[in-house]
């Protein structure tokens, strides 16, 4: 079973985006499990969401302590949650941001990958400029570097979830797919 | 065709493929997108039905009790202090032996606010009369609409769908959609022998004298009893169309079980994976899940626990002064039956998350615990 645990903030898609990926991995025949954690469904309050991805039925009905990889919306959660409680070492830390990750000391139990979601959501409409919706941009990413799931599939997940834009909401996924950077975890 | 789907859209999907002809609902955390989608579909004509907004639960429940008696399929949905307003209604709705389905999405009651899960919504509505389901899968949830329906125009009594708040609700997992076509077979127009009717005049739930209502509550009753039988059928049934076969209950790896833990609702599929872990460790465990809570499956449960040396109950809910009230159920049924000892534990409410690690412990515990049934186990209470 893959555990993957999503962090972002109220407002950018964060609980749409777990379920963006279950979605892709059902395409690809797994069996799949999506939820948010809830209490803080307000405009940017941190939230988390869960996908449990498995070639069999998914039994475990509670949220995920040890996650294989994680996925952070928003790069600021990073000094201000606990986000790599229980993680995994050796996942991916998957970060919507601009800057360079090369010295984080993320670095020392995991591989970072980083690529500027935000930047892509405002190219191609999504949300507004203050407050982009990165969801579908870093489903892409996520693709690219765990190469766990195809693109294709999830940008057909892309069109079934969101509500609008179908079309620049895949073309965002496929732009952060290609403008990803990875930085494997130091030895 | 396969979809992955939210709880509560299961929910929506099991209404849609039974048809309903009069929806009433009022809006409440976490049960709001089971009528959103679906007055969603009346308005798109995915689904013939009339969607009547309402101002409370009360009156929720109270339009499903007229259209019903009208001779409509009534559905409405709802969750805690919603269900809570719903009460005199819900009675209402047993005595005038209206077939109507509820969903219920478990909630914890307030005060303090909670908008979490926990049993004690439903199960605060044990001796109202009506029929109770809990499930753990959406797939599950979905399955059990139709079937609830066909169960209570078939009794004439209501049935409650329970599912649990966000790890059911708001859980997205791949569901086998049902359509209104091949449900239709199975679960034909509802057609009642009595109904309201302006050039057939009847009167439901008139004054009875004391020479007539215990008679009436003795009907209730019957009808309970054959619902045994009868959901059994049912999931029998279901499953020779669907593939997906449901019945009173659920026993997992209990032929040899010396310990067996009883749960219910999403409890009951976690725990599946700690059994298989327990039985790897050469642990002889296994699980019983209680999928119909009312009426109570006396026979089932004597047969499968009867063979432990140890039963566990795990219940997400209390009755204060009193203990859990599965662990109640259960042990009122082994009563005269097997002396066997039986242990009951108190956890996840309010939503506090049931891991396989607190379903360990919980195991452990009974296995190992010298005297527990002396007294009420709380697992995880912080003091």
Not at chain 1, 51 to 57: E, F, G, I, L, Q
Not at chain 2, 214 to 235: F, V
Request: hydrophobic share 40%; aromatic share 8%.
């Amino acid at each position: 079973m893959i555990e993957i645990r999503t962090h972002g903030r109220g407002g950018q898609g964060s609980v749409i985006a777990s379920e963006i990926l279950a979605d892709a991995f059902f395409r690809e025949g797994k069996f799949v499990q999506a939820f948010p954690a809830f209490g803080v469904e307000r405009r940017g309050a941190p939230v988390m969401a869960f996908t449990r991805v498995s070639d069999t039925d998914i039994r475990e009905r509670c949220q995920i302590y040890h996650p294989d990889h994680l996925v952070v919306l928003d790069s600021v959660l990073i000094d201000t949650v606990r986000i790599t409680d229980g993680l995994k070492k050796g996942g991916w830390i998957l970060i919507n941001t601009g800057e360079d990750m090369k010295d984080s000391p993320l670095l020392k139990n995991n591989n970072v990958a980083t690529v500027n979601a935000s930047r892509i959501a405002i190219k191609h409409g999504l949300g507004s400029r203050s407050a982009p919706i990165v969801n579908t941009a870093i489903v892409g990413a996520f693709a690219a570097v765990t190469g766990l799931v195809s693109l294709d599939a999830v940008q057909e997940a892309i069109k079934a979830f969101v509500p609008l834009k179908e079309e620049e909401n895949a073309a965002a996924a496929r732009e952060a797919y290609e403008n990803v950077t990875r930085i494997e975890m130091k030895k | 065709m396969k979809k992955t789907i939210m709880g509560n859209h299961a929910v929506s999907y099991g209404v849609r493929a039974s048809e309903a002809k009069v929806i009433s609902a009022y809006p409440i955390t976490p049960q709001t997108h089971v009528v959103e989608l679906l007055s969603e579909m009346c308005a798109n004509g995915e689904i013939d039905a009339k969607f009547i907004k309402v101002e409370s639960e009360h009156s929720a429940m109270a339009a499903c009790v007229g259209a019903s008696a009208a001779g409509s399929r009534a559905f409405t949905a709802t969750s805690s202090q919603g269900l809570l307003l719903m009460t005199e209604m819900l009675h209402w709705a047993v005595g005038s032996r209206l077939p109507i389905v509820l969903a219920n999405i478990n909630r914890a009651i307030g005060p303090p606010w909670s908008i979490w899960t926990d049993q004690n919504d439903s199960l605060s509505m044990r001796d109202v009369g009506w029929v109770q389901i809990y499930c753990e899968s959406n797939q599950e949830t979905q399955d059990t609409i139709p079937q609830a329906f066909k169960i209570a125009e078939q009794l004439q009594l209501p049935v409650m769908l329970v599912l649990d708040a966000f790890f059911l609700s708001h859980t997205y997992e791949i569901v086998d959609i049902l359509e209104a076509e091949e449900v239709r077979d199975f679960l034909p127009p509802y057609k009642p022998e009595i109904k309201l009717d302006v050039n057939e005049p009847h009167s439901f739930g008139n004054l009875a004298s004391p020479d007539y209502y215990m008679e009436l509550r003795y009907m209730i009753e019957e009808a309970m009893g054959e619902a045994r039988e009868l959901i059994k059928k049912t999931g029998k049934e279901f499953g020779e169309r669907f593939g997906r076969e449901y019945g009173l209950v659920h026993p997992y790896r209990c032929d040899d079980a010396e310990t067996i833990l009883v749960c219910s609702g999403t409890v009951a599929s976690t725990v599946r994976a700690v059994i298989d872990q327990m039985r790897e460790e050469g642990i002889k465990i296994g699980s019983l899940k209680m999928r119909v809570f009312r009426p109570f499956p006396f026979e089932e449960v004597r047969e499968i626990l009867g063979s432990a040396k140890k039963v566990a109950v795990l219940d997400r809910n209390i009755s204060f002064g009193g203990h859990g009230i599965f662990f109640q159920e259960v042990k009122s049924a082994l009563y005269g039956f097997t002396d066997i000892p039986v242990v009951g534990y108190i956890l996840g409410l309010g939503g506090r998350d049931v891991t396989p690690e607190v379903l360990r412990e919980v195991a452990d515990k009974a296995i190992n615990d010298k005297n527990p049934e002396t007294y009420i186990n709380w697992i995880g209470v912080k003091k």
